[in-house]
């Protein structure tokens, strides 16, 4: 299994660009990367995923470096409502378990 | 397009009780997962069903908890007897296809449990 290590918790300001680190050094080959965000009293949600390199959406970017030990979440110009915990989860369609790590909670100040 | 539907929402029990939890997900699904978070915690994964066999549940403590997918559909989880550290939201999740290579996995909101 991909352990995760991701910074406990994070502050922004309204309006500027956040970067969340995830480190998976032991990332299997055929693991891709996900990222979930979640509220207060909801489930996870699924944010982006990728494989390698750079992958973007309507919602973030998600930057892999070659070696795919790490990846990194982007979220542009955050407003409040960004403010939630944010988790990384490699995994494959090879029937592992999808393990989550503790998140990065993430707070949006006015 | 309707969303992972789990029921109850809250519940609260006393300890060496019983309690079930009932999660129908998105319709086409054939994978489901019970997972269970504790407070400040990432979510733990409990049980993985394929269809309505069981994947992978290793982390699920079968002296106390059990969980079925009779008809490959809906599931249900249940937990006998209780303790004080069973307290968490136990969050039930599908994917269409096993694990997630291209594909998402869709969390309901959750049942609440405390157990007091």
């Known amino acids: 299994l991909a352990k995760t290590t991701q910074p406990i918790s994070m502050d922004s300001y309204e309006g500027q660009e956040v970067n969340i680190t995830c480190s998976h050094n032991?990332?299997?080959?055929?693991?891709?990367i996900t990222w979930y965000q979640q509220f207060p009293s909801q489930g996870p949600r699924f944010i982006i995923q990728?494989?390698?390199t750079k992958v973007t959406n309507e919602v973030a970017s998600l930057f892999i470096p070659a070696d795919r030990k790490s990846s990194t979440l982007s979220l542009p110009r955050v407003s409040l409502s960004d403010t939630a915990v944010y988790y990384c989860l490699p995994g494959n369609n090879a029937g592992n378990m999808l393990t989550f790590g503790g998140g990065t909670r993430l707070m949006v100040k006015p | 397009e309707a969303g992972v539907a789990q029921s109850p929402r809250y519940k609260i029990i006393e300890k060496r009780q019983s309690v079930a939890f009932w999660c129908n997900p998105i319709?086409?699904?054939?994978?489901l997962y019970w997972y269970q978070q504790i407070l400040g915690q990432g979510p733990k994964l409990l049980i993985q069903?394929?269809?309505?066999?069981?994947?992978?549940d290793s982390q699920l403590p079968k002296d106390r908890f059990s969980a079925e997918r009779l008809k490959g559909v809906d599931s249900t989880l249940k937990i006998q007897p209780a303790k004080l550290e069973d307290s968490a939201v136990y969050l039930c999740?599908?994917?269409?296809?096993?694990?997630?290579?291209?594909?998402?996995?869709?969390f309901g909101e959750g049942s609440w449990l405390t157990v007091v």
């Open positions: 069903f394929q269809n309505n066999g069981v994947v992978d």
């Open positions: 999740a599908s994917s269409p296809l096993q694990g997630y290579s291209g594909n998402t996995i869709y």
């Open positions: 990728g494989y390698k």
């Open positions: 032991n990332i299997a080959t055929n693991d891709y």
């Open positions: 319709s086409g699904h054939a994978t």
